[in-house]
Structures are given as C-alpha cells and as structure tokens.
C-alpha cells in the first residue's frame, strides 16, 4: 500500500499565529486569568493544550458570546482567529477587560473589503456557513449583508439595489463558490464579484484535486473546521472513492484499508502536525 501525505496539508500562518499570541498572552500575564472567546482554532486538541497551560475556552453551544462575557468579571480574553464583532469588542471595553485579537489577516482583510462596498452604497451577498464565528463576525457589520450558504438561500434572496457584491467566508470550497458565482450572475448579472478564499484553503483543496490513483483519502480535522469539512467535499467531488474525516489514528478502522493499493493523508489548517504524523506512522506500521 502506498501512503502519501498530501502538500500542503496542516497549519496555516493564521492558526499558528492565534497560537503563538495566545501562549505569548500566557506568558506575559503569569497571575491574570486568560479566557479565549470561542475555540481559538476549531480544533479540540489545541483547545486541551491551551487549557494545560490555563488559557480557558469559552465555548457553549446554548450561549451567545455576549452571554458567555457576562460571566467574566476580570482577566484578558483573547479573540479567536475567525474575527469578532465590533459589539462584542465594544462590550469587552465597556466591561473594563482586556483583549488580545487573533484575528487572521486573511479575515480581516475581507472584512475590509466588505466594508469598503458597503461605504460604496453595494449589498453584500456573502457566501458562508451559518453559525460559524467568522460569518457571524461579518454579517454582524450591516444589514446590507446578506449570508447565502446554498443556492436555495439564493432563491429566497430579494436585494433592492442596483449595485450588489459578492464575496465568501475564507474558508469555504472553491468549487462550490465558483458554482454560487453562476448562481448569482444569473439572478442578478451586474454582481461584482470578489473570490476571497485565503491561500491556505485553496492550496490545500487544489493539492486533492492532484490526487491520481487514491483510493482512500483520509482528512485529519475537527468535525466543527470548516475547511476539514471542505477538504473532505473536495476529495468526494475528485471522485476518491472513499473520503474519511478522522479526528486522530484512533478513528481508523483497519477494515478499511483492506485491499486499498493507495491511501492519502490530508489535515484541516487547524490539525496539529502531531495527530498527522501519528496517523502517517500508524498506516506505515499496519503496511509492515
Ligand atoms: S484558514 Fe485561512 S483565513 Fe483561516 S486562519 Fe488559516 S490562513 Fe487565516
């Protein structure tokens, strides 16, 4: 059986720079308590390893993050990489705490961009996952923006401006998005269109779709990172025949790779390079 490990696969500069703030947040404020506002990185892994060095995560599905702040009185909360609403910077202010923003450049960069056609009098059709705190934190900047994350959002859609723009969560597949594009030209043919995928998502997705002969692609991620989830859509719409989300080696089932001549290994942008290389010398071992 042959393993390859897909390139580029694993961290992106945005999550190890979330990291890297968060452990330096850590070490400069020894005796302050150290909150993140939502998983730093959508990866359970690296919310253990924060919490071993006593960064807490606030992270709870039942609650907003407004409800999840009332609960803080004092210490630094860090921002997580996906971006943050000015609502939620404003109430972190206004409740005298400190803050750390681990925004991704890559985010922030959109978020500015939207900004910019909103001053210029555009709608915003911006394409997204529901709930995600990255298309949250911009949908949180004016009702002119408007979330499609399907074509039957599209349907629904009734935009009274003249003048619309389309662009896209950093994190969401190239191919779907270039789907939506069609989509949207059809209902409204002026949109101006700007491709906001980040270069980590789509290297990592454009690296499957170079795949020949795999058999078996195994995607090493968090069931709640968007780009997992995106790359494993990637590996079905390639035509691998089996595609597997896996959060560590545990999860592999030995029956699978039963008569497989060619397995894959690729990781979400938030998957520690540890869990890959346990799951590349857990497949060697079995290859024995
Ligand atoms: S996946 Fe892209 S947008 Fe998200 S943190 Fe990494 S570089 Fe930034």
Known sequence: MEIVKVIPSGYCKGVVNAI????????DNPDEKVYVLGMLVHNSYVSEELSALGIVTLDDSLKSKEELLDEIDEGIIIFTAHGISQKI????????????DASCV????????IKEKLKEGYDVIYFGKKKHPEAEAVISISDHIHLVTNEEDLKDLEIDNDKIFLTNQTTMSYLELKDLIEKVKEKYPDTVVQKEICN?????????????????????GDVKSNNTNKLVEVGKRHGIKKVLLIQNYKDINDEDLIGTDKVCVTAGASTPPSLIKEVIDYLKEKNI
């Open 89 to 100: 910077k404003d109430k972190v202010i206004a409740k005298g705490l400190k803050y750390v």
């Open 106 to 113: 890559d985010v922030l960069k959109t978020q500015n961009i």
């Open 200 to 220: 980590a998502t789509s290297s990592r997705q454009e690296a499957i779709y170079k795949l020949e002969n795999c058999d078996l692609l195994y995607v090493v």
């Open 20 to 27: 890297r703030l968060a452990k330096q947040t850590r070490t």
